[in-house]
């Protein structure tokens, strides 16, 4: 049962236009959502988060939306450059689980 | 302080073999995580610690995984018997006690690569 979802395992995007990168997810008790981006034989690292009790958070390029009545979040990233080329992964938990339930990623590729 | 720390960065190991993976989180993070990473897929988790304390266990640690964090500093995950579906990426992560309501944010390591022949 995959609870948090990545449908879309690839994304290209010229630089200085718009990343959008869309995450789902089933239960409805996830609470807090973080976004982290994963360069090759690295860990990954942590970029931006959203409480529920938001539906909107901002950290320079980075923007978070949620909506939690679609039960979706999505990353919009702008200007794009090539040093975002990574792979993206939603992270959902239930405040006080202190587990993060990942999706299976979305490898962007920015196109200089 | 340098990070989350792991150690060995790849293992290569015969089937049946024991292996060990060591973890070193930010010293003043109280709570330390195991994930499992395999191609394709997100990070799984495994096992969390709050200081020494395992409280949360996957159904994805079989009898074969055991972990431990003794003082409640570095941490260590063995494998006994291993077997090729034990092949991933394992990552270690941790975090300060309280960042405030859900605001729980985990700094990784780079990861121990396991190759199971």
């Known amino acids: 049962d995959q609870q948090v979802k990545q449908n879309s395992p690839s994304l290209s995007v010229q630089e200085g236009r718009i990343s959008i990168l869309n995450c789902d997810y089933t239960?409805?008790?996830?609470?807090?959502f973080l976004w982290y981006k994963k360069y090759p034989a690295e860990g990954p690292t942590f970029l931006i988060s959203i409480s529920s009790i938001k539906d909107k958070n901002e950290d320079g390029r980075f923007t978070v939306f949620l909506n939690k009545s679609a039960k979706h979040l999505s990353l919009h990233i702008v200007p794009s450059q090539p040093g975002d080329s990574a792979v993206y992964f939603c992270?959902?938990?239930?405040?006080?689980?202190?587990?993060?339930?990942f999706g299976t990623g979305t490898r962007l590729k920015v196109l200089a | 302080d340098t990070g989350v720390s792991q150690d060995p960065r790849h293992k290569i190991t015969k089937r049946g073999q024991n292996v060990t993976f060591r973890c070193d989180p930010i010293?003043?993070?109280?709570?330390l995580y195991w994930y499992r990473q395999t191609l394709g897929q997100g990070p799984e988790f495994l096992t969390y610690?709050?200081?020494?304390?395992?409280?949360?266990k996957s159904r994805l640690l079989s009898d074969r995984f055991s972990a431990e964090r003794p003082k409640g500093s570095f941490s260590t995950l063995e494998i006994q018997r291993t077997e090729q579906g034990d092949s991933a990426m394992y990552l270690c992560?941790?975090?300060?006690?309280?960042?405030?309501?859900?605001?729980?944010?985990?700094?990784f390591g780079a990861g121990s690569r396991l190759t199971v022949l």
């Open positions: 010293s003043e993070h109280n709570r």
């Open positions: 992270a959902a938990s239930v405040t006080g689980t202190y587990k993060y339930i």
């Open positions: 239960n409805s008790m996830f609470d807090y």
């Open positions: 992560a941790s975090s300060p006690e309280d960042q405030g309501a859900g605001a729980n944010v985990l700094t």
């Open positions: 610690f709050q200081n020494e304390a395992q409280l949360e």
